[in-house]
């Protein structure tokens, strides 16, 4: 399908391509901005159907069915045992997935789109913007406000898990960029997020928009079903600061993270019970050591 997406752009022409700040703090419930949205109509494929199997290394994401046994109407009251025990049987799929030595939690986002409805509470609205969640910077601080009371690693990741609930997605799915087709140094803006302290993470990436990059989704996701998808690596040779491997030893050719975003689609109804969901993110740790610990990235 073609389908409008939201990415983020200077001002004007001539503007700064970077220092750009998301303030919620100067003037609430407004949220100001020194750059703009730039909506433009791109092509979005759906993978239901597709011999294509995107993994987290290679295109950045991967879909898993992956059935809960929680109760779905518990987690979409953000039942707190409920959470707990949806995070248990999650780490089990991480680490059959990615080989992870430990998995640490430090977030979940209720999103919820009904005729009718304000999202409040703990539920937002889905977020129809392209982003990542993370930068190098902010992962590392989460990496060390999280790292398992001070053991030392020599990699780690952040990973979205992300879940439809109650009923299959029928409009505001989530697309995920092929991160093969992005170019870090260009195509990625650090964002200062001037949000309220218990608000998440202090910087995220904006994505400028590039022609070759390629999106995907599943069409109709049920509760039955996630999508996986990077925020960061720190083994990614693609995100190592201008190209100077120097000082990060052991990087490979693996995804360093995955664009993504809600977006409307044309064809798909516009009232009723159009979209519940929970995201998890978790920080994964591997390769644990008695005696160094190899530095992550701080920068990009």
């Known amino acids: ?14 503007g700064p391509h970077d220092g750009w700040v998301i303030d919620a ?21 759906d993978l239901r159907d597709a011999a294509l199997r995107p993994t987290l290394d ?26 707990e025990s949806y995070q248990h049987e999650t780490t089990e799929l991480l680490k059959a997935r990615t080989g992870a030595e430990e998995v640490v939690f430090f977030d979940s986002t209720l999103r919820r789109q009904e005729t009718g409805v304000r999202p409040d509470g703990p539920n937002q609205s889905p977020h129809l913007r392209v982003h990542v969640d993370q930068t190098p910077r902010s992962a590392l601080a989460r990496a060390e406000r999280h790292g398992l009371s001070g053991r030392e690693f020599e990699r780690f990741q952040i990973v979205n898990v992300w879940r439809p609930l109650l009923y299959p997605v029928r409009n505001y799915p989530i697309a995920v960029c092929d991160y093969r087709t992005l ?36 069409r109709s996701l049920s509760p039955d079903e996630v999508v996986m998808f990077k925020c960061y690596d720190s083994a990614s040779r693609g995100l190592t600061p201008t190209g100077d491997e120097s000082g990060y030893p052991g990087l490979i050719d693996t995804a360093g993270l995955c664009p993504h975003t809600a977006f409307v689609d044309p064809a798909g109804p516009t009232t009723g019970r159009l979209r519940t969901s929970v995201e998890l993110r978790a920080l994964l740790f591997y390769h644990f050591t008695a005696d160094r610990r190899r530095t992550p990235r701080s920068s990009c």
Not at 1 to 14: D, E, K, N, R
Not at 32 to 38: A, G, T
Not at 69 to 78: G, L, M, R, T
């Open 183 to 218: 170019d870090p140094t260009t195509d990625l803006v650090a964002t200062r997020l001037n949000f309220p302290a218990w608000l998440k993470d202090r910087e995220s990436y904006s994505v400028k928009f590039n022609p070759s990059h390629h999106w995907y989704y599943w």
């Open 25 to 45: 703090l100067s003037n609430p419930p407004e949220i100001v901005r020194n750059f703009r949205k730039e909506e433009v109509e791109v092509t979005i494929t």
């Open 1 to 14: 399908m073609t389908a409008p997406l939201c990415y983020s752009a200077a001002l004007t022409p001539a």
């Open 58 to 83: 290679d295109m950045g994401f991967e879909y898993a069915a992956f059935p809960t046994i929680v109760d779905p109407q518990a987690i979409a009251e953000n039942s707190t045992p409920a959470l």
